[in-house]
Structure formats: structure tokens, C-alpha cells
């Protein structure tokens, strides 16, 4: 990682990390890293390779329309927000298929995107973020990376130069949870050996990452 201006950390640099907190954890997408192409952009080339052609804004509105159905799915679900390999792929499958809808190339475009989403240079740093987990690293805290994604994060998180080790990459779907679940933070606090009040996580979505971790006993900081 490259190591950026401590100014740049936080508006207060003390107040980072947090007094007793001994790892940060931190969210993935949103938090350090983004897509480098916006994504309604990259499923509209996607859809044109394949014959389908949708405008950007088209496949904004259905992916958000899309990804919100998913999140129903899974807390409506008999075990809510379990997840598996396959459960995350069949989300995806599921959202490509809601903006695309039924089509002949449906299978080749999720076939496409589920590829590129898996290649490093799909990803681009988030500099508040990146300098955070610099930050922890400086002061010698563990860190850790914990995230709603899937067994994809495990082979691109040693291109993306995450503020983790490889045995400190924890998607949910090898979790067998996802946020706002509190098994996904049980499962990491049992991983990295701390107990919550020793446990700081960083992300970028009020709810997700704030809300369910501070749920969990944790500390939590909304970037972003
Ligand atoms: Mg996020």
C-alpha cells in the first residue's frame, strides 16, 4: 500500500484509532476499494457484447431495484442472511438477470461480469479508507478485512494491496453469513481471538457496517 499523508487519516488524528481497540476490520467495497468503471457502465457493455443494448441509466435503475430485492431475499429468508458459494453467485445470477431480464445471452453476460468483478484492475483504492488502515497499521493494531462478498475477495485481495494478510481476508460467503447478521461478527471476532469491545469496524454503509456492528458489541466508524 502506499502510504499517505497522516492529515489525510482523519480530521482528528487522535481520536484514531480509538483508545482499546486492538484490530480494525474493515468493509470492503465502498471502503477500500470501488469499482474502477461505474457499474451501470460496465453491465451496459457487458449487455451490448451480448446483443442487449440498455442505456447506463436503464441499468442503474434496475441493478438498484435488483440489489434491493436481494437484500429482501435474504433477510426474509427461513435462516436470515445465511449465505454460501452458491447463494452469492445466485444473487448475482439473480440481480444480472433483473436488469437484463429473460434473454438468451443472460447466462453469458452473468458469465462476463462475475469475471470481471474477479480481476484486480475491476477495483480502484479508496484513499479515506486506505489511509485509515494505514493508520491502524502504524499504530500496530491487527487489521483485518471483512465483507459482504464472495470467494472472489480471496484471489483479488492480494492485488488490491488490502491492509490484510491473507489469513485475515473473511468474505461471507466463507463466513456463511453476511452482514447485518450478528454470526458475521461472531464469526470474526473468533477468528481474530478478540472480544468486541476490542473490535473497531470501518465501511461505508450506515446500516451494514455501523448499525449491525455496534449491534455486535463493536465499535464502529461510518467512512465515505
Ligand atoms: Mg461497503
Do not use: C
Amino acid at each position: 500500500m502506499v502510504a499517505r499523508p497522516r492529515s489525510a487519516v482523519v480530521a482528528t488524528p487522535d481520536a484514531f484509532p480509538p483508545a482499546g481497540v486492538t484490530a480494525v476490520v474493515f468493509d470492503v467495497v465502498g471502503t477500500l476499494v470501488e469499482p474502477a468503471v461505474a457499474v451501470a457502465e460496465t453491465y451496459a457493455a457487458a449487455g451490448r457484447r451480448h446483443g442487449i443494448d440498455l442505456d447506463a441509466a436503464t441499468v442503474a435503475r434496475r441493478f438498484a431495484t435488483a440489489w434491493r430485492r436481494q437484500e429482501s431475499n435474504d433477510a426474509a429468508a427461513e435462516i436470515p442472511f445465511a449465505t454460501s458459494r452458491d447463494r452469492e453467485r445466485e444473487r448475482w445470477r439473480e440481480i444480472v438477470g433483473d436488469v437484463f431480464g429473460p434473454h438468451a445471452a443472460a447466462a453469458a453476460i452473468f458469465a462476463d461480469l462475475w469475471a470481471h468483478y474477479a480481476l484486480p484492475e475491476a477495483w480502484r483504492p479508496v484513499n479515506r479508507g486506505a489511509a485509515l488502515a494505514q493508520a491502524a497499521l502504524n499504530a500496530g493494531l491487527a487489521v483485518a478485512v471483512a465483507s459482504n462478498f464472495d470467494e472472489r475477495l480471496l484471489a483479488v485481495a492480494p492485488h488490491l494491496d488490502l491492509p490484510a494478510s491473507a489469513g485475515a481476508v473473511f468474505p461471507s460467503s466463507e463466513i456463511g453469513w453476511r452482514k447485518p447478521s450478528q454470526a458475521f461478527f461472531r464469526y470474526v471476532e473468533q477468528r481474530l481471538g478478540r472480544p468486541p469491545e476490542q473490535l473497531l469496524y470501518v465501511g461505508d454503509d450506515p446500516e451494514l457496517d455501523v448499525t449491525a456492528a455496534m449491534a455486535a458489541g463493536w465499535r464502529a466508524m461510518l467512512v465515505g
